[in-house]
């Protein structure tokens, strides 16, 4: 079986390899969301982040990228993407089906949020870009990860008001001299 990669966040424009073939990809019943404190690479545990996930959702739909893994590279790339991606166990990995912007329909490698997990939350997006603006973590400050999916999903052509809002609201708070006033929310 050909293993696909499902990305929607980070994965659109850090891989962290090189796909065989990258085509934009729909999947049902999830969306994306703000939803995962971000402990490590986004954030702190004294000051968390905030990174997407996909939350399911009856009846929602998620645009994103179906990245196709080399055959040769496969054990290495789903080794890479665990060791990424399942760092705490908020995240869990699914099979999930993808229907491809050319017609196909394929079966790839997703990872959701787990909704029992401490580090699932629901915040406003105010909250969101307080912590967005504020947060640094491992692989660098919270807002390059939103600028960069954002401008990424921008370059695909797929709208999304919440991102736009969130993007312009979080250069507002990174500009403004005395920085962000950052929720107290501690894990």
């Known amino acids: 079986m050909t293993l696909w990669v499902f990305g929607y966040g980070s994965l659109l424009w850090n891989p962290g390899f090189e796909p065989a073939e990258a085509a934009t990809a729909r999947l049902h019943d999830y969306h994306r969301s703000f939803c995962m404190l971000s402990i490590h690479h986004r954030g702190t545990r004294a000051n968390p982040g905030l990174v997407l996930a996909l939350d399911e959702s009856h009846g929602s739909t998620c645009t994103g990228v179906a990245l196709r893994v080399d055959p040769a590279e496969e054990g290495a790339v789903l080794a890479q993407l665990r060791e990424r991606e399942l760092i705490s166990s908020a995240y869990v990995e699914r099979e999930l089906p993808l229907a491809l912007g050319d017609g196909r329909d394929i079966t790839a490698l997703a990872y959701v949020i787990d909704p029992e997990h401490e580090q699932y939350c629901q915040f406003d997006l ?35 008001a919440d991102m736009e809002w969130l993007v312009a609201r979080v250069r507002d708070l990174v500009a403004t001299p005395s920085g962000p006033k950052v929720a107290n929310t501690k894990i």
Do not use: K, V
Not at 126 to 153: S, V
């Open 126 to 160: 105010e909250t969101q870009a307080r912590m967005i603006a504020g947060a640094t973590g491992g692989r660098g400050p919270n807002d390059e990860y939103l600028f960069n999916t954002a401008a990424h999903l921008q370059q695909m052509g797929i709208q999304d």
